[in-house]
């Protein structure tokens, strides 16, 4: 940013501060994590849009991206047995992940080295890798096993056929890949995220509920959706009584080995658009029921004018004992902040993991197929392993969700599939109107502030694909 320029960083009112007054307000210490400030705000450029649709940007993806960085593949708990086995399907390349000893994870290109049959089509699990189709064989370890007829192959020597294999790394219980031999360490990649996590870790956590949706939309396309809070007075408008949209902070993380960005969006303050509409009493209440909703039936709270606690404090201190009493576990300790607010993490370039209680979300961003006019976003709600000696509960498995099937078709998320669907109406439409767009202005302008992080993505894309 040049010297001179000013940067307004959000937009508040005496009732809608913003999020750094309201963690600076917190009942708690927020920690160092969510105190830590972004050191990076990219330059302002416009977007191609043919970056979104075109095949030739959609090849050099494959080859100069999914192939050359450390990418989000799946859960640790996808997979809790040896010899348990996911495919990782980007667009027309698949790895299968899969857990080669009690804690150790494996990742091998999803490709039968006789004739090339995939090798695994889904969630399984086995002593071995086996070939649906002649029934060639590895062990977990990519060495070969077995070939059937082996006499017909004696050209084949068994060290030669092992199954090639790529990088594997592990944080908080996310398992991630990179197809480049010559790859940095993944801890590299992340940068300063396994710090932000340290009073909340991922690993501690478990996926509860999980969908898997295609979507008429590069993958850019939907990823962008959800990296700003700036279309939540248009497409999520009936959320502005109990969301700080505009109020939203952004930080970027930026030292040319990690990209990492994230939002805050503070939740139990009225949107600052609403002006003298707005309603800090209206906004608690509205919290305190939007949190009921996970837990039918309980009575609903009300703003208490009699209590110390701001409207804030006292939903965060209502979850706090709720979720300890329903999980055994303590979360006196987590700050209002941690309990209330939507707390977006991003790593470049597939991984939104959420810090806390607030939205406790992870997506994963990929495109679908070779049509670079076509994605898939998964979304997994994740919840704190139980306490008191209570075993781990399992991952929930895939639920697909097709293009035409929206996420109310499965009502278990509650108030979060209307807001899915909410998000998916835009973005069949974004992928149809940038398609269309006039010769002469066929870009995106992004806003300098609640669209940094999109900007920041397309920044390191530009520089991993050189163009
Ligand atoms: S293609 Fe796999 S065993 Fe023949
Ligand atoms: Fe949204």
């Given at each position: 940013m040049a010297a001179n320029e000013s940067l307004i960083r959000g937009f508040s009112s005496a009732v809608s501060p913003l999020t750094e007054t309201l963690l600076e307000a917190d009942s708690r210490d927020v920690g160092a994590g969510l105190r830590s400030r972004g050191n990076y705000l990219p330059a302002q450029k416009k977007i191609p849009l043919s970056r979104y649709h075109s095949p030739e940007f959609a090849a050099l993806e494959k080859h100069k991206l999914w192939m050359k960085v450390w990418q989000f593949a799946c859960r640790e708990e996808d997979i809790p047995a040896v010899g348990d086995r996911v495919p990782y399907t980007v667009g027309d390349l698949s790895f299968v992940i899969l857990r080669s000893a009690p804690h150790e994870f494996r990742a091998f290109y999803n490709t039968c080295l006789h004739r090339g049959t995939r090798l695994c089509d889904g969630a399984g699990s086995g002593a071995s890798l086996r070939c649906p189709f002649h029934a060639w064989e590895w062990n977990l370890d990519g060495s070969l096993k077995n070939i059937p007829s082996r006499w017909d192959f004696s050209g084949v020597n068994s060290a030669d056929y092992r199954l090639p294999e790529v990088k594997v790394g592990t944080w908080g219980g996310f398992i991630f890949i990179n197809p480049d031999p010559a790859a940095a360490p993944l801890e590299q990649w992340l940068g300063p995220l396994p710090e932000f996590f340290k009073a909340c870790p991922s690993e501690d956590r478990f996926t509860a509920f999980h969908i898997r949706k295609r979507v008429k939309a590069n993958w850019k396309v939907t990823l962008e959706a959800f990296l700003e809070s700036y279309h939540v007075v248009e497409t999520h408008s009936d959320s502005l009584t109990f969301t700080g949209d505009a109020s939203t902070q952004y930080d970027i993380w930026e030292d040319g080995k990690s990209h990492i960005s994230r939002l805050i969006t503070p939740l139990g303050i009225p949107s600052p658009h609403l002006g003298d509409e707005a309603s800090a009493i209206v906004a608690t209440n509205r919290a305190f029921e939007v949190f009921a909703m996970a837990t039918p039936g309980i009575p609903v709270p009300q703003f208490d004018a009699t209590s110390r606690l701001s409207g804030r404090a006292q939903v965060a201190e209502w979850r706090r004992g709720l979720l300890g009493a329903g999980l055994a576990r303590d979360f006196a300790p987590w700050a209002d902040a941690a309990m209330l607010d939507s707390v977006q993490y991003f790593v470049f370039p597939n991984f939104c993991p959420w810090y806390g209680e607030g939205l406790p979300l992870v997506y994963q961003f990929l495109p679908f197929?070779?049509?670079?006019n076509e994605s898939v976003m998964s979304v997994r709600l994740t919840a704190p392993?139980?306490?008191?000696g209570l075993p781990r509960p399992p991952s929930a498995p895939i639920v697909e969700l097709d293009f035409d099937e929206p996420f109310s078709s499965k009502p278990e998320i509650g108030l979060l599939s209307l807001i899915f669907d909410q998000d998916m109406s835009n973005l069949p439409r974004i992928q149809a109107g940038l398609r269309g767009a006039a010769a002469d202005r066929a870009e995106a302008t992004l806003g300098r502030y609640q669209e940094q992080r999109i900007q920041h993505f397309h920044e390191v894309l530009e520089k991993i694909l050189s163009v």
């Amino acid at each position: 940013m040049a010297a001179n320029e000013s940067l307004i960083r959000g937009f508040s009112s005496a009732v809608s501060p913003l999020t750094e007054t309201l963690l600076e307000a917190d009942s708690r210490d927020v920690g160092a994590g969510l105190r830590s400030r972004g050191n990076y705000l990219p330059a302002q450029k416009k977007i191609p849009l043919s970056r979104y649709h075109s095949p030739e940007f959609a090849a050099l993806e494959k080859h100069k991206l999914w192939m050359k960085v450390w990418q989000f593949a799946c859960r640790e708990e996808d997979i809790p047995a040896v010899g348990d086995r996911v495919p990782y399907t980007v667009g027309d390349l698949s790895f299968v992940i899969l857990r080669s000893a009690p804690h150790e994870f494996r990742a091998f290109y999803n490709t039968c080295l006789h004739r090339g049959t995939r090798l695994c089509d889904g969630a399984g699990s086995g002593a071995s890798l086996r070939c649906p189709f002649h029934a060639w064989e590895w062990n977990l370890d990519g060495s070969l096993k077995n070939i059937p007829s082996r006499w017909d192959f004696s050209g084949v020597n068994s060290a030669d056929y092992r199954l090639p294999e790529v990088k594997v790394g592990t944080w908080g219980g996310f398992i991630f890949i990179n197809p480049d031999p010559a790859a940095a360490p993944l801890e590299q990649w992340l940068g300063p995220l396994p710090e932000f996590f340290k009073a909340c870790p991922s690993e501690d956590r478990f996926t509860a509920f999980h969908i898997r949706k295609r979507v008429k939309a590069n993958w850019k396309v939907t990823l962008e959706a959800f990296l700003e809070s700036y279309h939540v007075v248009e497409t999520h408008s009936d959320s502005l009584t109990f969301t700080g949209d505009a109020s939203t902070q952004y930080d970027i993380w930026e030292d040319g080995k990690s990209h990492i960005s994230r939002l805050i969006t503070p939740l139990g303050i009225p949107s600052p658009h609403l002006g003298d509409e707005a309603s800090a009493i209206v906004a608690t209440n509205r919290a305190f029921e939007v949190f009921a909703m996970a837990t039918p039936g309980i009575p609903v709270p009300q703003f208490d004018a009699t209590s110390r606690l701001s409207g804030r404090a006292q939903v965060a201190e209502w979850r706090r004992g709720l979720l300890g009493a329903g999980l055994a576990r303590d979360f006196a300790p987590w700050a209002d902040a941690a309990m209330l607010d939507s707390v977006q993490y991003f790593v470049f370039p597939n991984f939104c993991p959420w810090y806390g209680e607030g939205l406790p979300l992870v997506y994963q961003f990929l495109p679908f197929g070779t049509d670079p006019n076509e994605s898939v976003m998964s979304v997994r709600l994740t919840a704190p392993v139980p306490g008191g000696g209570l075993p781990r509960p399992p991952s929930a498995p895939i639920v697909e969700l097709d293009f035409d099937e929206p996420f109310s078709s499965k009502p278990e998320i509650g108030l979060l599939s209307l807001i899915f669907d909410q998000d998916m109406s835009n973005l069949p439409r974004i992928q149809a109107g940038l398609r269309g767009a006039a010769a002469d202005r066929a870009e995106a302008t992004l806003g300098r502030y609640q669209e940094q992080r999109i900007q920041h993505f397309h920044e390191v894309l530009e520089k991993i694909l050189s163009v």
